[in-house]
């Protein structure tokens, strides 16, 4: 069964850094590629950063040069460190593989007030 169990969110303010991780079971996590989703309240969720197997990263052009992927195959952990934050960065964040399979986690709330 697929678990992906997200924490690290919060309320910070603008201009402030959260780091959010993901840890994953139930896949063999060090076979896929990983991505942070975003999803902010009355709208879709979307992609916000991925990372290949071995490191091979690309981000969301509204998160370029603020945001950074990273993967830990040894802890099944995903990270993403979000610096800079702005409020249009709040949402609740979310890691799957990429592409997604079927099981999402519940999320985790990232709040940057102004």
């Known amino acids: 069964q697929v678990q992906l169990v997200e924490s690290g969110g919060g309320l910070v303010q603008a201009g402030g850094s959260l780091r959010l991780s993901c840890a994953a079971s139930?896949?063999?996590?060090?076979?896929?590629?990983m991505g942070w989703y975003r999803q902010a309240p009355g709208k879709q969720r979307e992609l916000v950063a991925t990372?290949?197997?071995?490191?091979?990263?690309n981000y969301a052009d509204s998160v370029k040069g603020r945001f950074t992927i990273s993967r830990d195959n040894a802890k099944n952990t995903v990270y993403l460190q979000m610096n800079s934050l702005r409020p249009e960065d709040t949402a609740v964040y979310y890691c799957?593989?990429?592409?997604?399979?079927?099981?999402w986690g519940q999320g985790t709330q990232v709040t940057v007030s102004s």
């Open positions: 799957n593989t990429y592409p997604t399979q079927p099981y």
């Open positions: 139930g896949i063999m996590f060090r076979i896929h590629a």
């Open positions: 990372i290949t197997y071995n490191g091979l990263t």
